[in-house]
Nanobody, 125 residues
Framework: QVQVVESGGGLVQAGGSLRLSCTVS????????LAWFRQAPGKEREGVSY????????YYPDSVKGRFTISRDNAKNTLYLQMNCLKPEDTAMYYC??????????????????WGQGTQVTVSS
């Protein structure tokens, strides 16, 4: 059984930083594409950071590029998201997702097979 557990969310002032973590068990972590998605109330779930199975490739949409950094530690089965210069519009529930290697190139929520319950990030102005 695959388990995905996020941690590290919280309340932060605009301009501040947070680091999210995600541990994944029950699958071949070092073969999985990983990503962080977020969903704000009334909005669709959107991908904010992606990393390939070996960490050699990453992708960020323009909305977070230069502020967010995704990384993974395959020895610890853990994914990270360092978020700097946070803005109120970054407020959302953040989800960790794992999928087949090809999911990195497809990028949509439906392309990822395993999800955590989410961790709330709230950025105050």
């Amino acid at each position: 059984q695959v388990q995905v557990v996020e941690s590290g969310g919280g309340l932060v002032q605009a301009g501040g930083s947070l680091r999210l973590s995600c541990t994944v068990s029950g699958l071949a972590f070092d073969e999985a594409a990983l990503a962080w998605f977020r969903q704000a109330p009334g909005k669709e779930r959107e991908g904010v950071s992606y990393i390939s199975w070996n960490g050699g490739s990453t992708y960020y949409p323009d909305s977070v590029k230069g502020r967010f950094t995704i990384s993974r530690d395959n020895a610890k089965n853990t994914l990270y998201l360092q978020m700097n210069c946070l803005k109120p519009e970054d407020t959302a529930m953040y989800y960790c997702a794992a999928g087949e290697p090809v999911a990195f190139y497809k990028g949509g929520p439906a392309d990822f097979d395993h999800w955590g319950q989410g961790t709330q990030v709230t950025v105050s102005s």
